[in-house]
């Protein structure tokens, strides 16, 4: 059973900056594409960050230049880091992975999500 369990949400003022981390266990991590996507009130779920197996990223075009996704893969562990947060940032945070199956198939898990909420 994959199981991903995120931290590091919580309050920060705009301007500040968090760092979420995702760790994944019943998987091999280094295989699997992970991506932190957020959803906030009244709003459909987006990517915020991928990272695929090889390092190469994509980022969300709100957050490009601001966030940095990053991978360890020794301690099956994927990181967000977040900079000049804005209140439009507010959102739960979901980490995701994307294992790859036999056949080309993708099995898809989710986080249980953490909240950051930027507010002065």
């Known amino acids: 059973q994959v199981q991903l369990v995120e931290s590091g949400g919580g309050l920060v003022q705009p301007g500040g900056s968090l760092r979420l981390s995702c760790v994944a266990s019943?998987?091999?991590?280094?295989?699997?594409?992970m991506g932190w996507y957020r959803q906030a009130p009244g709003k459909q779920r987006e990517l915020v960050a991928s990272?695929?197996?090889?390092?190469?990223?994509n980022y969300g075009d709100s957050v490009k230049g601001r966030f940095t996704i990053s991978r360890d893969n020794a301690k099956d562990t994927v990181y967000l880091r977040m900079n000049s947060l804005k209140p439009e940032d507010t959102a739960v945070y979901y980490c995701?992975?994307?294992?790859?199956?036999?056949?080309?198939?993708?099995?898809?898990?989710w986080g249980q999500g953490t909240q950051v909420t930027v507010s002065s």
């Open positions: 990272i695929a197996p090889g390092g190469r990223t």
């Open positions: 019943g998987s091999i991590f280094s295989f699997n594409t």
């Open positions: 995701n992975a994307k294992i790859p199956l036999m056949a080309s198939s993708i099995a898809e898990f």
